[in-house]
């Protein structure tokens, strides 16, 4: 069985002076995402790995969430900072292997659009949201339209 917990960075600032790439965190942004990594410790949803965007708002968020569950640092993959939905199944199907339990940290419109493609869960993802998708499978490359079932789904409420 494969599991995927899908995050989208938490709120960013909308405030001039810095690249998209460049954005960071809000103070709020920073609160919510402790605030989601907190619930999943309780709920014991600990993912072995995560994979992150380069982009310091969802590495920042990647940190905070493999900070709060002691984990390794995330793996940057370039590939899912600017993702389309497309690139963005592509990663998945390209995970680790030997890994059955990965979190990705990316961005919207991709991480809503998996997130339906994948469980047809339609669902609102604004920042900082998590939503656990698991799949009777035993490969990613397995993954396809419809596979998964969303077990847990959660959001900020700042």
């Known amino acids: 069985m494969k599991k995927l917990l899908l995050i989208r960075h938490a709120k960013a600032t909308q405030e001039s002076g810095y ?3 460049e954005r960071p965190l809000t103070d709020k942004g920073v609160k919510g995402a402790e605030a989601m990594a907190q619930h999943l410790l309780e ?3 600990i993912p072995q790995a995560f994979v992150t965007s380069p982009a310091l708002r969802t590495h920042t968020t990647a940190n905070i969430f493999t900070d709060t569950l002691k984990l390794n640092e995330s793996t940057i993959i370039k590939d899912i900072y600017e993702a389309g939905e497309s690139t963005l199944l592509r990663v998945i199907s390209e995970l680790p292997a030997d890994q059955d339990f ?3 940290v990316g961005h919207n419109p991709a991480v809503a659009q998996v997130l339906y493609t994948l469980s ?3 669902k609102e ?3 900082g949201t998590v939503a656990l998708i698991e799949f009777d499978l035993d490969s990613w490359q397995e993954i396809y339209e419809d596979s998964g079932k969303l077990t847990y789904y959660d959001n900020p409420k700042l």
Do not use: E, R, Y
């Open 120 to 122: 047809s869960a339609l």
């Open 125 to 127: 993802v604004p920042p």
């Open 102 to 104: 990965i979190a990705l």
């Open 19 to 21: 690249t998209d790439f």
């Open 43 to 45: 709920k014991g949803i």
